[in-house]
Nanobody, 115 residues
């Protein structure tokens, strides 16, 4: 079972930047899909960005050009660099991994963007 632990959330002003990190309990080299989802209060969880083992990435339209996902296989981490943050980016951000058709989730880290 893969355990995922997020860090890096916090309070930031609109236009600022944050970097989220997700540490996996084991090697991510064999994990095809890893990524980030978010859930704002009263809303459904939504995809933010995903990264495959081969380096393909997918971004939500709302974050395209502002966020960047990266994987570090040596450190077993996946990170999300968030720039030009907007109040509507306020949410709990969850790290996600899918290995052999099984989904794994972290407990989440809160990002609050003030206007």
């Amino acid at each position: 079972q893969v355990q995922l632990v997020e860090s890096g959330g916090g309070l930031v002003q609109a236009g600022g930047s944050l970097r989220l990190s997700c540490a996996a309990s084991e090697s991510i080299f064999s994990i095809n899909f890893m990524g980030w989802f978010r859930q704002a209060p009263g809303k459904q969880r939504e995809l933010v960005a995903t990264s495959t083992r081969g380096g393909s990435t997918v971004y939500a339209n709302s974050v395209q050009g502002r966020f960047n996902i990266s994987r570090d296989n040596a450190k077993n981490t996946v990170s999300l660099q968030m720039n030009s943050l907007k109040p509507e980016d306020t949410a709990t951000y969850f790290c996600y991994a899918n290995r052999l058709a099984i989904d794994y989730w972290g407990k989440g880290t809160l990002v609050t963007v003030s206007s």
